[in-house]
């Protein structure tokens, strides 16, 4: 079996509006309980459909969808905050973003190095630092989209 791993684009990070959780949402929901609500403020965006800021990622509304349709079902999505910089409002100014949804991953994985060990066999998985892991099935869907940007690595069972 293999597993990848993967490192979506970076277009921002943690907005001040973003409420982090205690160590107890983290122990009831592994790592994505460290944020409550996310708010995710751009800096740049070099037009991927899947993003990241540690550990939280996002999902422009083209992806959204085409996943509710989908037989996915190892997910979850949350309304998030989404803002531009101001550095984003002086490069970008005539820049339009599509609307972006919190994608948390429900199954879990641990990564070490190149390899993975106790997953839980969901399409979608985070590890307990916060990485995004998915099936070859998983994956292929998301190359339909944009994911230009996003590095890829192969994870084998140790």
């Given at each position: 079996m293999?597993?990848?791993?993967?490192?979506p684009?970076?277009?921002?990070?943690?907005?001040?509006?973003?409420?982090y959780?205690?160590?107890?949402?983290?122990?009831?929901?592994?790592?994505?309980?460290?944020?409550?609500?996310?708010?995710?403020?751009?800096?740049?965006?070099?037009?991927?459909?899947?993003?990241?800021?540690?550990?939280?990622?996002?999902?422009?509304?083209?992806?959204?969808?085409?996943?509710?349709?989908?037989?996915?079902?190892?997910?979850?999505?949350?309304?998030?905050?989404?803002?531009?910089s101001?550095?984003?409002?002086?490069?970008?100014?005539?820049?339009e973003?599509?609307?972006?949804?919190?994608?948390?991953?429900?199954?879990?994985?641990?990564?070490?190095?190149?390899n993975?060990?106790?997953?839980?066999?969901?399409?979608?998985?985070?590890?307990?630092?916060?990485?995004?892991?998915?099936?070859k099935?998983?994956?292929?869907?998301?190359?339909?989209?944009?994911?230009?940007?996003?590095?890829?690595?192969?994870?084998?069972?140790?």
């Open positions: 293999i597993l990848y791993f993967l490192e684009e970076v277009s921002g990070g943690h907005g001040e509006q973003t409420i959780g205690t160590e107890e949402n983290v122990a009831k929901e592994g790592i994505s309980g460290k944020i409550k609500f996310l708010h995710y403020e751009f800096e740049g965006w070099l037009g991927d459909d899947l993003l990241e800021s540690t550990p939280a990622f996002i999902v422009s509304s083209n992806l959204e969808n085409e996943l509710k349709k989908s037989e996915f079902k190892d997910y979850k999505l949350e309304k998030c905050l989404i803002t531009m101001d550095v984003f409002m002086e490069l970008y100014p005539n820049k973003i599509p609307s972006f949804t919190r994608f948390i991953p429900l199954g879990t994985v641990e990564v070490e190095g190149e993975f060990k106790n997953w839980s066999g969901h399409h979608f998985c985070l590890s307990s630092k916060g990485e995004l892991v998915v099936t099935k998983a994956l292929d869907f998301l190359k339909k989209f944009s994911i230009k940007h996003c590095d890829i690595t192969s994870l084998t069972q140790s």
